[in-house]
């Protein structure tokens, strides 16, 4: 979205943050009700050189919010007796040359009044003749969404085209806010939390929009208090009048105890099966404290360094990439194994294992198959774990990121059978859920009465493994990443 800050001292300096419209420059402080703009800039004081309706800035939609480089075209428009002048104009726009700039050796064009001149990013303004000067900045505003309903993804989209805002559907560094209708634990609420950024209903948008003067900040993704606020004017009475905080909506008539509850004013709702023990690490203010301790907030970007997760058998092509996206994000390192040639090549990956069990934790999950691990799946398994690799469940891993504590992944799970809360239960193709305890307990831990039909197979698995050993010891050596695959979305998930 465009800046406008007025040079100055720094404890001096007014923004003004822009949407689509036309915003008038002048002398007055309020907007002078004969002016038909959407916005006004202001430069109260003794300069007499400018104007009461000096310019006007003319901001237009965002053709494509999708577009992740695009910007609003923006121009000025001079109606004054003194001018317009810039910086940094083509030569067409130049009336005449005021000055030069010494700090940046370029000179001063005054611009031809009554002419839309186009300007760019870091131009400066001068209005009038005294030095009152306007810097254009661009800031970078990218949103991104999950399980938001069709017609709030319009309606956002509407919002950001207006402000000068990127909309995208996978996660990546650029990314300032998540918006979200409910809140429920999918891998774009894990990377929000990893990367400390603010979880927001499309209102958020609105409130931007329509704030009431341009220089008016920008609120506070955890802005908390009531949903109205009074205003000192109505009628020659104080607080006569109550104006909607998120909408701009005024109303003369108070509202109703309902409507002007006090709480977080952006933040959305939990989904109704939302697990309690979770929701103290969603809030805004406390997001990520836990106990309180601030360390816990930047503790999820860093909680998984100095691991590695196998995935073993995993579909590198749906679910793994999302799962590897947000456990790259808290600093682990993702390896892709195939379970029979962990049992052919055993030797190979045993020697890698070894060679760096002092410095990193190794873990091994199977996260897409049914039933308890049998036949090779089951085989890399046991000798995964017999060499000192953690038997950990994706459950664990994302409480572990949720709570900000890595104890939750130090116990082998195959080992200690603790109860794990569900994230996620339903499964959606752009915004892949997180997997449930009771789908997760039947993957790894499996029935007793099939832990026991299981052990009439353990002597053919033997007999298995023993010959595997033989053709592994007269095998050439094999690269011992194997099956290992890059992938993610190139920085972005779902």
Known sequence: MWVLKTDGPSNSVMQYTLYAGKHGIGRSGPKPENTNCDGWISFPGVDKSISRNHAFITVKMLENSQVMEQRQTISILDKSKFGVSIDDVEECFRERNVQTSQASQMSVHQIYKDMDVTLKQGCCITVGVNNSRLRLEWEEWMV??????????????????????????????????????????????????????????????????????????????????????????????????????????????????????????????????????????????????????????????????????????????????????????????????????????????????????????????????????????????????????????????????????????????????TQSLSLDTSAQLDTLSLPSMSTNTQHTLGTQSEKESSKSDKGRHKRQRDESYERAATAAPADATCASRGGGYGGHAS
């Open 144 to 417: 991104c969404h999950s399980l938001l309903p069709k017609e709030d993804i319009t309606l956002l989209n509407d919002s950001c085209v207006q402000l000068g805002m990127q909309v995208s559907k996978n996660w990546s560094d650029r990314v300032r806010i998540l918006v979200m209708h409910q809140i429920q634990m999918t891998p774009k609420v894990l990377l929000a939390l990893i990367d400390q950024k603010d979880i927001v209903t499309k209102d958020f948008m609105v409130a931007l929009r329509n704030r009431a003067n341009l220089h008016d900040p920008i609120p506070a993704p955890s802005a908390a208090g009531p949903l109205w606020e009074t205003l000192g004017e109505g009628d020659g009475q104080p607080n006569a009048r109550w104006r909607n905080r998120i909408t701009g909506l005024i109303q003369d008539q108070e509202p109703s105890s309902e409507e002007n509850k006090t709480g977080y004013l952006f933040r959305p709702d939990f989904v109704d099966d939302f697990p309690e023990q979770y929701k103290p690490f969603l809030l805004p203010i406390e997001r990520g404290k836990g106990t309180g301790s601030k360390t816990h907030v930047h503790a999820r970007a860093s909680l998984l360094a100095d691991h590695t997760l196998i995935f073993v058998q995993s579909d590198s092509h749906n679910n793994a990439r999302q799962y590897k996206q947000v456990c790259e994000r808290a600093k682990a390192r993702v390896e892709y194994w195939d379970g029979a040639a962990i049992v052919q090549k055993w030797k190979t990956y045993e020697e890698k294992i070894k060679a760096t069990a002092k410095k990193i934790t190794w873990h091994v999950l199977v996260v897409d198959q049914e039933g308890p691990h049998t036949g090779d799946v089951g085989e890399a398994v046991t000798l995964l774990r017999k060499a000192g690799v953690i038997y950990s469940t994706l459950d664990s891993i994302w409480k572990a990121i949720v709570m900000a504590d890595g104890s939750h992944i130090e116990k082998d799970e195959l080992d200690h059978s």
